[in-house]
T-cell receptor, first 112, second 111 residues
Framework: DGGITQSPKYLFRKEGQNVTLSCEQN?????MYWYRQDPGQGLRLIYY???????QKGDIAEGYSVSREKKESFPLTVTSAQKNPTAFYLC???????????FGEGSRLTVL | GENVEQHPSTLSVQEGDSAVIKCTYS??????FPWYKQELGKRPQLIID?????GEKKDQRIAVTLNKTAKHFSLHITETQPEDSAVYFC??????????FGRGTQLTVWP
């Protein structure tokens, strides 16, 4: 069953802790993206990668880090430097840059 | 970079009426304009898109129009149904880069 899988679905974190959100796709897509969704803010791009071992900052990259060691995987780490990390995070992939985005189901992070 | 403005932020219509959502963009290099629908608690999904060599595209009750000179594009939903209730996002981008999203429109269709 092809698709894009995010885990965990819900995550709680204490202040000062780093957390990593997983994103895996078996669609053979070249491009992968991480978006943050807050009420009334739309979809804001954190990081994106168009090819393995390469990635670019989006509009709100501060406090986040990513890696792209495999075509199928694009994990996002929310570091303790992110001032307001409580949000809904969406991972997406597309067959090429600015192509149709296929989204995962999202991960909701809550900082306690 | 690109700046996409989307209006209105909320829209309420009676079932059977039409709904129109408008977006403007700033970068004349943008040539790809998709629309995504996000139902409550679900992931966004592409409903229609248009490329800059086309002025209008229609798919059943949904249509998108593009005016490159004025840098705006619109989503038109006719004969609205309660299942059309969702948040709709417009986006703009170039096929060599990334997409920029609008802030979304919450559409509510009352039966």
């Amino acid at each position: 069953d092809g698709g894009i899988t995010q885990s965990p679905k819900y995550l709680f974190r204490k202040e000062g802790q780093n957390v990593t959100l997983s994103c895996e796709q078996n669609l053979n897509h070249d491009a992968m993206y991480w978006y943050r969704q807050d009420p009334g803010q739309g979809l804001r791009l954190i990081y994106y990668s168009q090819i393995v071992n390469d990635f670019q900052k989006g509009d709100i990259a501060e406090g986040y880090s990513v890696s792209r060691e495999k075509k199928e995987s694009f994990p996002l780490t929310v570091t303790s430097a992110q001032k307001n990390p409580t949000a809904f995070y969406l991972c997406a992939s597309s067959p090429f840059a600015a192509g149709e985005l296929f989204f995962g189901e999202g991960s909701r992070l809550t900082v306690l | 970079g690109e700046n996409v403005e989307q209006h209105p932020s909320t829209l309420s219509v009676q079932e059977g009426d039409s709904a129109v959502i408008k977006c403007t963009y700033s970068d004349s290099a943008s040539n790809y304009f998709p629309w995504y629908k996000q139902e409550l608690g679900k992931r966004p999904q592409l409903i229609i898109d248009i490329r800059s060599n086309v002025g209008e595209k229609k798919d059943q009750r949904i249509a998108v129009t593009l005016n490159k000179t004025a840098k705006h594009f619109s989503l038109h939903i006719t004969e609205t149904q309660p299942e059309d209730s969702a948040v709709y996002f417009c986006a703009a981008g170039s096929t060599l880069g990334r997409l920029y999203f609008g802030r979304g429109t919450q559409l509510t269709v009352w039966p």
